[in-house]
C-alpha cells in the first residue's frame, strides 16, 4: 500500500477521491497513472483552468469498462465545479 504525505493545499486532494480509489480491485492502476499523479500529488498552486484541464485529458485516457476510473473522474470534476462557484 502507498504511505501519502503531501499538502492538502490543492483543489483536489487524495483525501477528496481516496474512497472511490481504495474500492477498485487494483488501486496501483491510479497511483501509477501520470495524469493523476499531477493531479493528487503534484503542483497545488495550479489554478481551477489548468486542474480542469488535466481532469479531462484523464477522462480520456479511459477504457470504457473502467467504472471505478469513470466514478474518479465525475467525482474530480464535481469538486472542480464546486471550487469554481466559491
Known sequence: MYTVVRSQ?????????I???????NEQIY??????KVIL?????LPVCQYKKL???YGMTLRQKDLHGRRLFIRMVSLLETQQGL
Do not use: A, M
Request: avoid cysteine; glycine fraction near 6%.
Open 19 to 25: 474512497d472511490i480509489i481504495s474500492e477498485s480491485p
Open 31 to 36: 497511483y501509477e497513472n501520470e495524469i493523476l
Open 41 to 45: 500529488f503534484g503542483r497545488p498552486d
Open 55 to 57: 481532469v479531462y485529458e
Open 9 to 17: 493545499r490543492g483543489l483536489i486532494n487524495l483525501d477528496d477521491v
